[in-house]
T-cell receptor, first 116, second 112 residues
Framework: DTEVTQTPKHLVMGMTNKKSLKCEQHMGHRAMYWYKQKAKKPPELMFVYSYEKLSINESVPSRFSPECPNSSLLNLHLHALQPEDSALYLC???????????????FGPGTRLLVL | SQQGEEDPQALSIQEGENATMNCSYKTSINNLQWYRQNSGRGLVHLILIRSNEREKHSGRLRVTLDTSKKSSSLLITASRAADTASYFCATSLIQGAQKLVFGQGTRLTINP
């Protein structure tokens, strides 16, 4: 299984809602990532988990809260989002996420989020 | 920022022609990777070239890396309509966890 899955595919939420994005992989990867991508722009890194521990937070606002319950799952909890947070949210995983290793990242199909 | 710049931003060619995309970056890297993204979907890894490599091939793809000029190119030969997508270069730098920084991307259109 070389797939990263993300649910839901699409999400519409109001600014007062609380929702969660889910990501799952069964490749035995120990590094997982959240990216945000606006239209016609490159993906921007938000968070990195390595061995279930948060290792990078790219100064993301606290209305985005990541969680890594186990090595296969990654969640992104959303609360009090703004319309400018509307974007494609991509999850990715890689083998170890350790420096010195030449690793590729495997991406899920993304969740397209619209904040009204 | 070490974010890469890619050119052209958009490229439109006829099926069967070759497509060349360029990427430049600002700081020293461990490796450089190329990814493809079909419209509104996830990214697919194409090829990784290490900082001590100069050229790499994979099927119809040829990637070059010139670390002295901090630049890379992706050549797609004998293009097909299915190659229509956005192509991003991504550089890997820091240790401890792999952080990829993506270039702005090239939108490639293959006309049948």
């Amino acid at each position: 299984d070389t797939e990263v899955t993300q649910t839901p595919k699409h999400l519409v939420m109001g600014m007062t809602n609380k929702k969660s994005l889910k990501c799952e992989q069964h490749m035995g990867h120990r590094a997982m990532y959240w990216y945000k991508q606006k239209a016609k722009k490159p993906p921007e890194l938000m968070f990195v988990y390595s061995y279930e521990k948060l290792s990078i937070n790219e100064s993301v606002p606290s209305r985005f809260s990541p969680e890594c319950p186990n090595s296969s799952l990654l969640n992104l909890h959303l609360h009090a989002l703004q319309p400018e947070d509307s974007a494609l949210y991509l999850c990715a995983s890689s083998l170890r996420g350790q420096g010195g290793h030449q690793e590729t990242q495997y991406f899920g199909p993304g969740t397209r989020l619209l904040v009204l | 920022s070490q974010q890469g710049e890619e050119d052209p931003q958009a490229l439109s060619i006829q099926e069967g022609e070759n497509a060349t995309m360029n990427c430049s970056y600002k700081t020293s890297i461990n490796n450089l990777q190329w990814y493809r993204q079909n419209s509104g979907r996830g990214l697919v890894h194409l090829i990784l070239i290490r900082s001590n490599e100069r050229e790499k091939h994979s099927g119809r793809l040829r990637v070059t890396l010139d670390t002295s000029k901090k630049s890379s190119s992706l050549l797609i030969t004998a293009s097909r309509a299915a190659d229509t997508a956005s192509y991003f270069c991504a550089t890997s730098l820091i240790q401890g966890a792999q952080k990829l920084v993506f270039g702005q991307g090239t939108r490639l259109t293959i006309n049948p």
